[in-house]
């Protein structure tokens, strides 16, 4: 069974600080998802990522995928407030889309 | 989002009445999906469709069937509600299975079950 994990599910930040979110994921799938989530909203999609090695950037958010090590990684550079959200990875297993249980992400002036 | 509505957005069942939500979209996408998400256990997929009366279980199917009769809607009927079905509801749509744009989601419905 496919398993996804993400870590850290709860990451408290201060502005201008740079951190990794990471999602772990069990099997040898190349397509990986990243979404975003603001309180009481649907979810928005930020990044596909599908091969690997692939790396996406967009302004102070920059994802990679290692399909090897079945890692994606999500690096915020210099945070701000306006990156606070949830964030979930999802990986895409024949029909159906399996998703990390997302990462709150609180950024402090 | 523009292009895909879920109705109603909020709604209050008692224990052991039918309810239906309904996805409505607009895209023509073949594929439409079902998901709940619950603290701590980010999206679960309950059903999914492929086309019109093509439809499969996901990974939380009991208690739940889902009807297409229509590209544009996808409707989840919890059969009888329970407590543990309380929850907030996710249609989502995409062009493709193997998507390279990810699924388009809908606002939510929130499902209380009392």
């Known amino acids: 069974e496919l398993k996804v994990e993400q870590n850290p599910l709860f990451l408290s930040m201060q502005e201008g600080k740079n951190y990794t979110i990471y999602c772990n994921y069990s099997t040898t799938s190349d397509r990986l998802y990243w979404y975003r989530q603001d309180p009481g909203k649907s979810l928005e999609s930020l990044f596909v990522?599908?091969?690997?090695?692939a790396v996406k950037q967009e302004g102070r958010l920059m994802a990679s995928l290692d399909t090897k090590a079945r890692l994606s990684t999500l690096h915020i550079t210099a945070a701000v407030h306006d990156l606070s959200a949830t964030y979930f990875c999802?990986?895409?297993?024949?029909?159906?889309?399996?998703f990390g249980a997302g990462t709150r992400l609180t950024v402090k002036p | 989002d523009a292009g895909i509505t879920q109705s109603p957005r909020h709604k209050v069942t008692e224990t052991g009445t039918p309810v239906t939500l309904r996805c409505h979209q607009t895209e023509n996408h073949r594929y439409m999906y079902w998901y709940r998400q619950d603290p701590g256990h980010g999206l679960r997929l309950i059903h999914y469709?492929?086309?019109?009366?093509?439809?499969d279980k996901g990974e939380v199917s009991d208690g739940y069937s889902v009807s297409r009769s229509k590209t544009e809607d996808f409707l989840l009927t919890l059969e009888s509600a329970t407590s543990s079905q309380t929850s907030v509801y996710f249609c989502?749509?995409?062009?493709?299975?193997?998507?390279?744009?990810?699924?388009?989601f809908g606002s939510g419905t929130r499902l209380t079950v009392v």
């Open positions: 469709s492929y086309g019109v009366k093509d439809t």
């Open positions: 999802a990986v895409d297993d024949n029909y159906d889309m399996r």
């Open positions: 990522l599908l091969s690997n090695g």
């Open positions: 989502a749509i995409s062009e493709g299975q193997a998507t390279f744009y990810g699924y388009t």
